[in-house]
Structure formats: structure tokens, C-alpha cells
């Protein structure tokens, strides 16, 4: 089923956004571009240590950091990704890529998401040479350890790091 040119195109993002960055938020910007609708999916990744942040934070700072967009919804993703795109009607999924060491393991989701559903095609977007080292974890190490993030992160996270501090002093 080729989306006709008279189709929505409808694409999914999803990740965990633990916390959100600039990497994130310039993919989600060059993406909602591309298609007439963009939802940002937030899922937490069992092999990943545990959140800084909840699901709902996450999304009330995608929200926030989203709000100029408005044909971009962020919605947490629970099951697996291809039923979720295709429950919403997506033709696409988008994923980020970065170094080499992205490569394997995103071609293995892509190709296990093709398989699993072969009408959902995975779009991959480059990341901007500026964010190419920005990852969720290291910019969690860094403020954990009081460094500064400002320059990687979007305004919207800094405001949920600072909700995050006062509620760990109160
Ligand atoms: P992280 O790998 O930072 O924990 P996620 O699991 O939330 O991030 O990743 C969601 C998607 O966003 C993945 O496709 C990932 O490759 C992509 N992504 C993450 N950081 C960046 C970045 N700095 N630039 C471009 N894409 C990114």
C-alpha cells in the first residue's frame, strides 16, 4: 500500500526521551516537515537502567518543547512499535541516526519492524553534526555530576531538571 499522494502521511517516532535533547528535538523539527502528521511515541526501554524521568514528564516536556509544531502529538508507546504506528495509521517510523554504533542496532530494529509489519517503512534522518554526540545518557551523567547541559538540551528540560532538584531537596 505506497501512500497515494492524496494519503495523510502519518509517521511515528519513538524512543525513550530520558531526557529530551537537541538531538531529539531537531529530528522531531526536520521530520515534522516531511509528514502531515508526527507522533512522538515515549516508551520506557527495559534495558535501560532506571528513568530519571516518568512516561508523563517526559511527555509534558515534548509537549512544551513542541508546542510551535502544531501537527506533532507526543503519546506513550507501550507494545510494540509497529502495532502502535499502525494502530494510529502510520506509514513510516522514524529513527535518529549517529555514529556507526548506531548502525547495527538500529538496522536490526528496522529490519525486525519490517518483518513484523512490511506496510510500515523505517525512515532514517542523520543527525545534525552539532548533536552527533548528544546522547540521553551522558547528558544525565553530566548533570548528575553538576556539569552544565544548557547547550544541549532544550529550554523545556532544563525546567524539568530544575522541578527535579527542588523536589529532591524538598
Ligand atoms: P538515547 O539514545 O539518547 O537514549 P532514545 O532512545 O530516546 O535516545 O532515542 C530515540 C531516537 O532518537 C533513536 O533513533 C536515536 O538514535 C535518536 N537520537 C538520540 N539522540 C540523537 C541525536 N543526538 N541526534 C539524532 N538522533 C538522536
Not at 520506557?44 to 516536556?61: I, S
Not at 525512515?123 to 547528558?139: E, G, K, Q, Y
Amino acid at each position: 500500500m505506497a501512500p497515494s499522494s492524496g494519503q495523510t502521511r502519518i509517521a511515528v517516532y519513538p524512543g525513550s526521551f530520558d531526557l529530551l535533547t537537541n538531538g531529539h528535538l531537531d529530528i522531531i523539527r526536520r521530520s515534522q516537515k516531511l509528514f502531515d502528521r508526527l507522533v512522538v511515541a515515549v516508551g520506557n526501554n527495559a534495558t535501560k537502567a532506571a528513568p530519571l524521568f516518568t512516561v508523563g514528564e517526559r511527555l509534558d516536556v515534548l509537549r512544551e518543547a513542541t508546542r510551535e509544531w502544531s501537527n506533532v502529538e507526543a503519546v506513550e508507546l507501550r507494545g510494540l512499535t509497529v502495532e502502535f504506528a499502525a494502530a494510529n495509521r502510520a506509514q513510516f517510523i522514524i529513527r535518529g541516526l549517529r555514529a556507526i554504533s548506531d548502525y547495527e542496532f538500529e538496522l536490526q530494529l528496522a529490519l525486525m519492524n519490517h518483518k513484523l509489519n512490511t506496510e510500515i517503512e523505517t525512515i532514517f534522518l542523520a543527525a545534525d553534526p552539532a548533536n552527533i554526540f548528544v546522547s540521553s545518557r551522558v547528558i544525565r551523567d553530566v548533570w548528575r555530576h553538576g556539569g552544565d547541559i544548557a547547550e544541549f538540551v532544550p529550554a523545556a528540560t532544563i525546567r524539568a531538571l530544575e522541578r527535579k532538584s527542588e523536589q529532591k531537596v524538598s
